[in-house]
């Protein structure tokens, strides 16, 4: 009994400071406290960020590298670029890209897949092999005093590859589940069929490989890719943080010798021109509805690109634009819509998401043209355009205050052809963007007859609520 009157009197006397702390809070923040309603003091005028000295050359065999001496935390980013994607698959093998990319981090001729693991955490890091449409990523980063050792071994990972059959075939099997799970997923569904609506006959059009192309794939598959698509010649190596300057390029000359020049990077740009469409799949017994709303967007090399993604934020791209506000907070039809500028190559796409409730898919697309035709006959208010530069702004500096950051603006420029001007002026451009510019890039570019549609969900349901959006 006493150990329990004990208890409970501590219990009680947390729930008395408890209850005082949220008195305390609940009086500090009432208009009582202060006597009046105060409004917070304005925000400071952004300011523009410029991108540190980069040193940029090229190796004899042709592999360009930039070198970025960037913060003070003792670490380093290191980020091998090969311009090589699914774009270059071979036909009939989708994604045997990926599978390549995959099969390097299982072990190169000295180094089994544990030991680099083990050789990578050591130096405080992990090493990481991403394959995108264009362009595969092997990239790390480790504490500064391994600098030229993370270099070593990401250069014996790229050169020296070690294929083995075994490898390949857990591979395969892996790949065949992940597939399963996507087919399961509705976003994956409604983004796939969105890539061969509007990139029809081109590699960007088929993203995921059929389960029969992932059994085909072959060691000589495989290896014949790497072949003819990595080299020195479609790599650029990028290394951002606080390193030694020359042991680095020593290292980077040494590691890189024997890499052979290997074809030249190549591009393939669709031709993309918008075409209104509607197209549905079905989910049987869905609770919600996955919606893919877009249509052809500016390029990043297009002069109205900037003024283009102020547009974007404004209406459908940050978490206060006015589809969310719309859709989200007013109507209750979502919890997480967004819009996003798909860019590649001299290509654009700008697409509105959500997964919305059933019964208001119809209403949801409405609301979402509503919007869209609200930007292209009002002129955005000053106050609400100057809360969304500030914000881009804002998030432009954030975005680049990692060593992983810098390296991914860098390699977006270069990618694109850009001058540098384009990330060093980056902010000022958007603050330059005013109420006519946006109200003019969605008069351009955001026209319903080159509106594409794709809505995955219960038919049975949502078919009545389409027939507004169906071509004519």
């Known amino acids: 009994m006493q150990v329990k009157s004990k208890k409970s009197k501590v219990k009680m006397m947390r729930v008395s400071a408890y209850g005082f702390a949220f008195f305390l809070l609940t009086f500090a923040f009432s208009p009582v406290a202060f006597g009046q309603k105060e409004t917070p003091p304005a925000g400071g005028q952004p300011k523009p960020f410029l991108f540190p000295a980069t040193e940029d ?41 990926e599978m390549t990319g995959d099969m390097l981090k299982e072990g190169s ?26 362009s595969t990523n092997i990239s790390g980063e480790v504490l500064s005093e391994f600098d030229v050792q993370f270099i070593n071994l990401l250069a014996d990972v790229m050169l020296n590859p070690n294929f083995r059959q075994a490898d390949l075939d857990r591979l395969k099997a892996n790949k065949l589940t992940e597939l399963a799970v996507a087919r399961t997923q509705a976003g994956t569904l409604a983004w796939e069929k969105f890539r061969e609506v509007v990139f029809a006959g081109h590699p960007y059009e088929q993203i995921n490989p059929r389960d029969e ?44 010798a024997g890499y052979t020049k290997g074809n030249p990077s190549t591009r393939n740009v669709p031709k993309v021109a918008g075409k209104r469409s509607l197209t549905t799949i079905n989910r049987a017994d869905a609770p919600q509805s996955t919606i893919y709303l877009g249509m052809p967007s500016p390029a990043p090399t297009d002069a109205d690109y900037v003024k283009f993604v102020v547009m974007d934020t404004v ?9 969310t506000s719309n859709i989200r907070e007013a109507k209750g039809y979502t919890y997480s819509p967004g819009s996003m500028i798909w860019s590649r190559f001299k290509t654009g796409y700008w697409i509105e998401t959500a997964d919305v409730t059933t019964q208001h898919t119809g209403d949801s697309i ?59 002026n980056y902010v000022q451009r958007v603050l330059a963007v005013n109420a006519a510019d946006v109200q003019a890039m969605a008069k351009k570019y955001l026209t319903e007859d080159r509106m594409t549609i794709v809505v995955v969900g219960d038919l049975a349901k949502v078919n009545d609520q389409l027939k507004p959006y169906e071509v004519q």
């Open 315 to 323: 209406l459908g791209g940050a978490f206060g634009s006015r589809i």
């Open 109 to 134: 001729k000295s180094r089994t897949a544990e030991q680099i693991a083990l050789d990578t955490a050591k130096m405080g890091g992990s090493l990481n092999v991403g394959v995108g449409t264009d």
């Open 366 to 424: 409405k609301e979402i043209l509503f919007e869209i035709n609200r930007m292209r006959t009002e002129p955005v208010p000053d106050a609400e355009l100057q809360g969304i530069k500030n914000y881009m702004a804002g998030l432009y500096v954030l975005q680049n205050s990692t060593r992983f950051g810098v390296i991914g603006q860098l390699e977006n420029m270069n990618y694109h052809g850009l001058d540098k001007s384009s990330i060093d």
């Open 57 to 97: 050359y090229t190796l004899p065999n042709g592999m360009k590298v930039t070198l970025v001496q960037y913060g003070s935390v003792p670490k380093v980013a290191v980020q091998a670029v090969l311009y090589t994607g699914t774009k270059d698959d071979t036909k009939g093998k989708k994604a045997v890209s």
């Open 213 to 256: 192309e992932v059994n085909g794939y072959t060691l000589a598959d495989v290896k014949k890719f790497y072949s003819e698509n990595y080299g020195a010649a479609k790599t650029h190596l990028y290394v951002v943080g606080k390193f030694d300057q020359a042991a680095v390029k020593k290292a980077i000359e040494t590691a890189f």
